[in-house]
């Protein structure tokens, strides 16, 4: 059955470049493109895009493949939602990666925060000035409808091949088709057995949109952050244990292999030969329906990247998305 991925020619295994050290990157791009990744989900925001085009350029000096042959997704940061700055940052971005076109451009988030000019900071993160006594976000009045016509914009030009959006409720995907004269390629929002969106991925699947689900390990990415702590993990879940071992595969794998059988790709990150090689392993096993239904049935709405939580917490300006 071709699926929407399959349509698009996305690979719905990628690997997720957020919260790599800079050092780290370069090489862990070209490990992960000889290990068979090709599809690498970037960002501005990652702080790492000079690297991961450092070791795009010397995979592909290598010979471990062909740029045609890698599908590289990157984001569109807040602070850029102006039409006046989209196509500055989105050629930044590409030169950053040593790219001459995007297969993928997504808007981050529906947040538009003020602009910070390159020279200032960059990446800006979201404090708009991080050295004033009370630093705080701020926002920027820009409808998401230009900043979307801005994207068109790129389309046109050739610089990106797709465009798209993130963390976009379903309220907001119905608006983005009532006035989108390119259609979104792609849907990315936070999805694992905690947080299986239903009602969201019904949505998209009205449209045709096909989704991307982050941090699809769950808690894991959000560890180190001290937004979510060690027991929360879904990969500690009896039931996906007992899933692993009835299949000899790892929690990891079940997880993943749950997002890709609902017809999503999943981005997880890793530094780790060995967890990327299991990561990207799973595609010599299915889930029984059964299967299926225990760990969606693992839901309870835990969101770990929720702006009301962290916006608040770790840039002292209180900013809800979704309620
Ligand atoms: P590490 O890089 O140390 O392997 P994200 O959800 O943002 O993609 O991050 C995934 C998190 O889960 C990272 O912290 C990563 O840590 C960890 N991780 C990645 N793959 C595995 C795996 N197969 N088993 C357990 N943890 C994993």
């Not at 997720?16 to 370069?26: H, N, Q, R, S, V």
């Not at 390159?118 to 705080?136: I, K, N, V």
């Amino acid at each position: 059955m071709t699926t929407l991925l399959d349509e698009l020619g996305i690979p719905p295994v990628g690997l997720g470049l957020w919260k790599i050290a800079p050092e780290d990157t370069a090489p862990t791009v070209v490990e992960a493109l000889k290990e068979g990744y090709r599809h690498l989900d970037s960002a501005c925001d990652y702080g790492n895009e000079t690297e991961v085009g450092a070791g795009l350029a010397q995979a592909f000096e290598a010979g471990i493949c062909r740029r045609d042959e890698v599908w590289v997704t990157s984001k569109l940061w807040n602070t850029y939602h102006d039409p006046a700055h989209v196509r500055a940052a989105c050629l930044k971005t590409l030169s950053d990666l040593q790219l001459d076109t995007l297969d993928l451009y997504l808007v981050h988030f529906p947040i538009a925060l003020k602009y910070v000019d390159f020279d200032t900071r960059y990446p800006p993160e979201w404090l708009y000035d991080p050295s004033a006594a009370s630093p705080q976000m701020e926002l920027a009045a820009v409808p998401l409808h230009a900043t979307w016509a801005a994207m068109e914009s790129l389309v046109d030009e050739g610089l990106v091949k797709h465009i798209g959006v993130c963390n976009y409720s379903s309220a907001l995907i119905h608006d983005l088709m009532a006035y989108a004269r390119i259609r979104p390629a792609m849907l990315q929002v936070e999805l694992h057995p905690y947080l299986t969106q239903t009602s969201l991925l019904r949505t998209a699947a009205q449209y045709g949109i096909p989704v991307t689900g982050f941090s699809p390990l769950g808690a894991s990415s959000y560890l180190e952050l001290s937004m979510a702590s060690e027991p929360e993990s879904v990969l500690r879940e009896g039931v996906v244990g007992d899933i692993a071992e009835r299949h000899g595969k790892s929690a990891a794998q079940v997880v993943l292999r749950w997002g890709i059988q609902r017809g999503t790709a999943v981005i997880p990150k890793s530094t780790k030969a060995t967890r990327r090689q299991e990561n990207i392993d799973v595609f010599d096993f299915e889930l029984s329906a059964e299967d299926m239904a225990q760990l969606s049935a693992l839901d309870r709405g835990r969101r770990f990247n929720n702006p009301a939580d962290f916006c608040e917490g770790a840039f002292n300006t209180f900013h809800a998305i979704y309620e």
